[in-house]
């Protein structure tokens, strides 16, 4: 075999110096496949180690950043925090101009939910407007996993003995409802409820309102028309257990959790 390949590069016209070196060339990468498997098996088990690192960072990459629960704060701004499977704070969404303008202010990505709550709470925007009467609706969904009953004791607790504070859970269908018309979830559960007495009311109009004009708005409505059972403000969340009343709030004295 190899004297017909030297018979061929004869009839090239070309250096011998060059066909000399093509011989050579030749010559060795036939030679290396049939070298055993065992000479190529490590460049493989590098490659696939890359690729392993890879498909587990992006997993990691994932899993970080998909929220498992979503808090609800509404007063006027409004504004939604998602929290992942680690309790850590992984988005801010502002739900009108108020809750933007506020979202910019914050500095809690990355905290634990606890960490960024009392931050939230304690804030000069949401004790100024609890000092001015306005009443704070606090909504935890939980979209996967077990988190949100702990969240929801967490912010309870937080704001036990304001009484101008609810604190509630709603199911993943009302979170996607009140998506879908464009509010935040704690609107979205007074929204809906003046909805049965006012059908002509729209979210739009209630996005503009502070949560105590919805609330106020509601009684209003409720005391008009008595004959009209939906389910009426009472500060209960979906578990059963009773939220905070109305009342004038003062500041908020938390503890940090870590």
């Known amino acids: 075999m190899d004297n017909r390949m030297k018979e061929a590069f004869d009839q090239i016209h070309a250096s011998q110096e060059l066909k000399a070196h093509t011989h050579r060339q030749v010559l060795q990468a036939m030679e290396a496949q049939h070298k055993p498997a065992q000479s190529v098996w490590k460049p493989l088990c590098a490659l696939a180690a890359c690729l392993l690192v890879v498909v587990l960072g992006l997993g990691g990459y994932h899993l970080y950043f998909t929220p498992t629960s979503v808090i609800s704060i509404d007063i006027n701004p409004s504004l939604e925090v998602d929290v ?25 990505l990355h905290q634990n939910y606890q960490q960024a709550m009392d931050e939230i709470l304690n804030s000069d925007t949401i004790v100024d407007c609890l000092n001015r009467g306005g009443f704070l609706s606090i909504s935890v969904v939980e979209l996967s996993g077990n988190q949100g009953d702990e969240i929801t004791t967490y912010v309870s607790d937080c704001t036990s003995g304001h009484h101008n504070v609810s604190c509630s859970t709603i199911s993943s269908q009302e979170a996607h409802e009140a998506h879908h018309v464009g509010l935040s979830y704690g609107k979205y559960e007074i929204y809906a409820q003046i909805v049965a007495y006012d059908p002509d009311f729209t979210p739009e109009e209630a996005n503009e309102m502070t949560m105590r004009e919805l609330r106020d708005m509601l009684a209003r409505l409720q005391t008009d028309d008595p004959q009209q059972t939906p389910p009426t403000v009472d500060d209960t969340d979906s578990s059963g257990e009773k939220g905070h009343g109305q009342g004038n709030g003062n500041q908020h004295g938390h503890s940090n959790h870590s």
């Open 84 to 108: 992942n499977r680690l309790g850590r704070v992984i988005g801010l969404h502002g739900y009108n101009q108020d809750g933007e303008e506020f979202v910019a202010s914050l500095d809690v």
